[in-house]
């Protein structure tokens, strides 16, 4: 029985869930590093080997899960019960990683952070890799997956910018309010980000039961189970796939880096007491032009350029915003406007790139299908977890060596030194090295994502239309 075309109550309710998980991977992403190295006093060393090492558990997590997901059969489909398992199971591990309790010494700091960021990582992936994988158990079309992919692609950018633009304003005010006056500035952090893990957690299950009581499974989708070594088999054997993976670790590892330490370079280079609001502002603006990117400036291009120009286009608009964002803090420049327009630059790539790599990846299940013999949706899609994972975590690994390197934490400063300027406190070479790695880096690694995926990604619009009319 051909299925009907989605109504707007399910696209509704798609996008809610992809609001939801978004804020809850934004939060972990971008703040985690932060919370446990500069408020709680963990080791930026031992920080390092708990990011990294959770990514390489993923490698072996994120494929098994796959698995799992294609053999399961109950009455509500394979799809829904681990969506909504895991979201619960997620949300309630995200809030007790965020309520580390203060009075645990350095050992049970450590354990702490390692047990449910680990945790974390495995409960994530149970409810993601369904979310995405769930699409054709309810669409009809090539067409109608494109654009509900496509929409939940933009959704999940609008969740990844409430956290950025609001976090640390809300952590401010809640932890000043109940920690009261007088507090330490670690202390309201830290009381802040115990509360608004909270809220994200209970909006994240609201917005996923939504979405699993208005995505009905029409039809049981015949998703191909196979071992491990046939998927990671598959992957190899499909030079694409390969080329659009290492791209999109490149991609997203050169912005984690700047997510990780954008927060440092406001809090420690520009300081302030104002800091919060200049930090603030800047992801306003730029979560703005990443959500207007995605459904505006792709659209867009996309009647004048092929996708990979847009690709091309959008990984030169973030190295020259790198390139502003270090001249003008070369220059001494403090004012927070002189950084709007490089940031904007920089979130609008970001934005095109959420859409541009999830339809590389899909040109290469068509590509592996004519190549290989079989569609290996769920390998490629679960895969796409896996590398946006794998780029947080190395990102952060060297985002928590270098703070390590250049000193800079608030447990390094004194009680009477927190309630200051902390920008005053810091080294000029502590700052010099923030700024080259904020911005050289990711510059270093786009340049080599670009060279990369110009020399092993061949297809192009005119390559998948040869492939389609093959298929």
Same mark, same amino acid.
């Given at each position: ?16 869930? !992809? ?11 971008? %703040? ?35 698995? =799992? ?48 960021? *680990? ?11 369904? %979310? ?37 304003? =809300? $952590?401010?005010?809640?932890?000043? $309010?109940?920690?009261?006056?007088? !507090? ?15 809220? $994200? ?49 490149? $991609?997203?590892? !050169? ?12 809090? #420690? ?55 502003? =964002? ?12 002189? #950084? ?18 999830? =339809? ?33 975590? *190395? ?53 080599? !994502? ?6 092993? #990604? ?14």
């Amino acid at each position: 029985m051909e299925k009907q075309k989605l109504q707007t109550k399910e696209k509704v309710g798609y996008g809610l869930g !992809a609001v939801g998980k978004d804020m809850v991977y934004m939060l972990s992403a971008s %703040y985690v590093l932060y919370y446990f190295q500069d408020i709680m006093g963990v080791s930026s060393v031992a920080m390092a080997i708990i990011l990294l090492a959770a990514r390489i558990f993923d490698a072996f997590n994120d494929p098994i899960m796959g698995v =799992i997901v294609a053999k399961t059969k109950t009455r509500w489909g394979k799809f829904r019960p681990w969506l909504l398992v895991g979201t619960l199971t997620n949300a309630i591990i995200l809030f007790l990683m965020f309520a580390c309790p203060p009075t645990l010494d350095a050992g049970g700091l450590i354990a702490w952070a390692a047990v449910f960021y *680990i945790l974390w990582g495995v409960t994530y992936t149970m409810m993601d890799i369904p %979310y995405w994988s769930m699409i054709p158990a309810f669409t009809s079309s090539g067409k109608e997956r494109e654009s509900l992919t496509t929409l939940a692609r933009s959704c999940a950018g609008v969740g990844s910018a409430i956290v950025s633009i609001f976090t640390m304003m =809300i $952590v401010s005010g809640l932890g000043s $309010v109940i920690a009261g006056d007088g !507090a330490a500035s670690s202390e309201i952090e830290r009381i802040g980000f115990k509360y608004v893990s909270l809220i $994200v957690a209970v909006l994240f299950v609201v917005f996923i039961v939504i979405t699993c009581i208005t995505i009905k499974e029409n039809s049981t989708v015949d998703m191909q189970s196979a071992t491990l070594k046939q998927m990671f088999s598959a992957l190899v054997h499909n030079d694409q796939a390969m080329a659009a993976v290492i791209t999109i670790v490149l $991609v997203n590892t !050169a912005l984690y880096i700047t997510s990780n330490l954008v927060i440092y370079f406001f809090k #420690y280079d520009l300081g302030g007491e104002s800091w919060y609001t200049n930090y603030t502002l800047f992801n306003m603006v730029g979560g703005a032009a990443q959500i207007l990117a995605m459904m505006l400036l792709f659209p867009l291009l996309r009647k004048a350029f092929s996708t990979i120009k847009i690709f091309y286009i959008s990984l030169c608009m973030s190295i020259i915003g790198y390139v502003i =964002i270090l001249l003008v803090a070369m220059s001494g420049g403090s004012d927070i406007w002189l #950084y709007l327009i490089p940031g904007i630059l920089v979130m609008a790539s970001s934005g095109m790139n959420n859409v541009i790599v999830t =339809i590389f990846l899909a040109n290469t299940v068509d590509y592996g299908q004519l190549k290989n013999g079989r569609r290996d949706e769920s390998v490629i899609f679960s895969m796409q977890t896996f590398v946006v994972k794998l780029a947080s975590g *190395i990102a952060a690994f060297i985002a928590a060596i270098s703070l390590g390197i250049f000193n800079l934490s608030s447990s390094a400063t004194t009680e009477a030194e927190q309630s200051m300027d902390l920008s005053l406190n810091v080294a000029a070479s502590s700052k010099m090295g923030l700024r080259l790695l904020m911005t050289v880096g990711p510059i270093i690694i786009l340049i080599f !994502a670009m060279i990369w995926f110009s020399k092993k #990604y061949i297809l192009t619009d005119e390559k998948m239309k040869e492939i389609v009319d093959k298929l």
